[in-house]
């Protein structure tokens, strides 16, 4: 299995930019999240979903955030307007079931925006 | 909410036994406490799970109390390649509540030659 994979690595964009970053699961994992990890403040979940209907929004910092799941094996997670702020590594993770099980996380997109 | 807290770093020497401990004193009923190792620029990677008493896998045990108010990550004989930053959540693996899911600052395990 390749794992969760995520596109693009890194990214570069200026503000005012739209970024998408996307996702594709593990195979068969029907739970998905998105966090960001920075120095600040550490590693925060942005938003759950599970069966591919988003769970848990409430880690979303705002409306300039949106994420999809328009199936079991592709999310995206939308930045617009870009911000110097929102500059983070974007992780995905899935995991088969709900709740605290074992979660695979994907090598992360590096997001700067200047 | 569970919140955890645990040392921000910690020292050792390679062929050592580390112990990284967590405090979650309002652990609720239903929590199963898991550990996670992050090394730099990669995503965190599950290392071990449980609920009570004692857990063992190939890379690490997990001894949890009988009140679970603390848990003790061991990692024996560690190496250069130990050196990470480990995790420790609680959260209920049946729910779809996933508010729980707090990764906290993290220890930082830096292992010496």
């Known amino acids: 299995d390749a794992g969760v994979i995520q596109s693009p690595r890194h990214e570069v964009t200026e503000m005012g930019q739209e970024v998408t970053l996307r996702c594709k699961p593990i195979s068969g994992h029907n739970s998905l999240f998105w966090y960001r990890q920075t120095m600040m403040r550490g590693l925060e979940l942005l938003i759950y979903f599970n069966n591919n209907v988003p769970i848990d929004d409430s880690g979303m910092p705002e409306d300039r955030f949106s994420a999809k799941m328009p199936n079991a094996s592709f999310s995206t997670l939308k930045i617009q307007p870009s911000e110097p702020r929102d500059s983070a590594v974007y992780f995905c993770?899935?995991?088969?079931?709900?709740?605290?099980?074992?979660?695979?996380f994907g090598p992360g997109t590096r997001l700067t925006v200047t | 909410l569970a919140k955890t807290t645990q040392p921000i770093s910690m020292d050792s020497y390679e062929g050592q036994e580390v112990n990284i401990t967590c405090s979650h004193n309002n652990i609720a009923t239903n929590d199963y406490i898991t550990w996670y190792q992050q090394f730099p620029s990669q995503g965190p990677r599950f290392i071990i799970q449980?609920?009570?008493t004692k857990v063992t896998n190939e890379v690490a045990s997990l001894f949890i109390p009988a009140d679970r108010k603390s848990s003790t990550l061991s990692l024996p004989r560690v190496s250069l390649s130990d050196t990470a930053v480990y995790y420790c959540l609680v959260g209920d693996v049946r729910s779809s509540n996933t508010g729980k899911l707090i990764f906290g600052q993290g220890t930082t395990l830096q292992v010496k030659p």
């Open positions: 993770a899935s995991s088969l079931g709900q709740g605290a099980r074992e979660q695979y």
């Open positions: 449980g609920y009570k």
